[in-house]
């Protein structure tokens, strides 16, 4: 079981820039993959960025290639996202996820464990 805890959400000036963090219980946080996700209001929920349990690969999606970076410490269990240059449609509830599996990271259904959320919102 693994239980995740995201934080560092906000309101920000459209350009500036967030970290959030996703914190994992639990001691096999080094054998997960990890993802970040968003849910804009009226939207389905989007991959936005993940990472493999070593932290050797990293995925993104296109929207933010070049804004965002996923970083993870496996001894803090903590995963990252840096967001810089954010735009208003950035603006969304954020969250992490952990898949036990380290392929087909961009889909929802491969992952096992979800946190509450963050909410980011970025003003023009």
């Known amino acids: 079981q693994v239980q995740l805890v995201e934080s560092g959400g906000g309101l920000v000036q459209a350009g500036g820039s967030l970290r959030l963090s996703c914190a994992a219980s639990?001691?096999?946080?080094?054998?997960?993959?990890m993802g970040w996700f968003r849910q804009a209001p009226g939207k389905e929920r989007e991959f936005v960025a993940a990472?493999?349990?070593?932290?050797?690969?990293?995925y993104y999606a296109d929207f933010v290639k070049g804004r965002f970076t996923i970083s993870r410490d496996n001894a803090k269990n903590t995963v990252y996202l840096q967001m810089n240059s954010l735009k208003p449609e950035d603006t969304a509830v954020y969250y992490c996820?952990?898949?036990?599996?380290?392929?087909?990271?961009?889909?929802?259904?491969?992952?096992?464990?979800w946190g509450q959320g963050t909410q980011v919102t970025v003003s023009s």
């Open positions: 639990g001691r096999t946080f080094s054998s997960y993959a």
């Open positions: 996820a952990a898949a036990r599996r380290d392929d087909g990271l961009g889909w929802q259904e491969m992952y096992d464990y």
């Open positions: 990472i493999s349990w070593s932290g050797g690969s990293t």
